[in-house]
């Protein structure tokens, strides 16, 4: 089967994917809403939380990215809703830390630098294509970082701990990047 060309250029090792595949390390957890929260944590306290009512209370915003994901495949032009994770950390005030580790329920991390979720670049997504999100596809709640492979848009997300220093994740302890830039294709440790 031809694979069709995309309309403009995707990153170097990409083929273009019109689907949504869905890949995840285990079992799709089932959240149950009534007891669905997030929170920011520093070491282990934590700093704010939001039940479901209240992410859904706050700001939203409708983006629209492309997507890359490290097994090949890139979907362009994918329509998003969700919280900027600029609204999220303002409420914890100032940050000093230059990490975060993102936890998901099923227990799977993935690490960041702070900056890569701050400065418009990373949303706590709520909506994909005008519907809610669905578990096979992070639901309730997943990272968006669009500008990343896909494996650090974490599914199913609970918390984000801020860190001093940088800690590997899931797949990262497993041999994937640490930070996973797709235009240079920073796959695994050593690219």
Known sequence: MRRPEPPRE???????????????????????MSNWSFEIIRGNTPLAAWSWDQIMALPQEE???DLHCVTKWSKLDSEWKGVSFDTLIAAV?????????????????TNLPLDDVTGGKAWLALEFEGEPLEPNHGGPARLLIPHLYLWKSAKW???IKLMDEDAPGF???SGYHMRGDPWREER???D
């Open 10 to 32: 995707i990153p170097p090792g990409q083929y273009y994917e019109t689907g949504f595949p869905t890949l995840t390390a285990g079992p799709t957890p089932r959240v149950d």
């Open 188 to 190: 695994y440790w050593g």
């Open 93 to 109: 005030g100032d940050v000093t830390e230059e990490y975060v580790m993102i936890s998901s329920y099923g227990g799977y991390t």
């Open 157 to 159: 997300v609970n918390s």
């Open 63 to 65: 983006i629209t990215v």
């Open 171 to 173: 797949w990262e302890a």
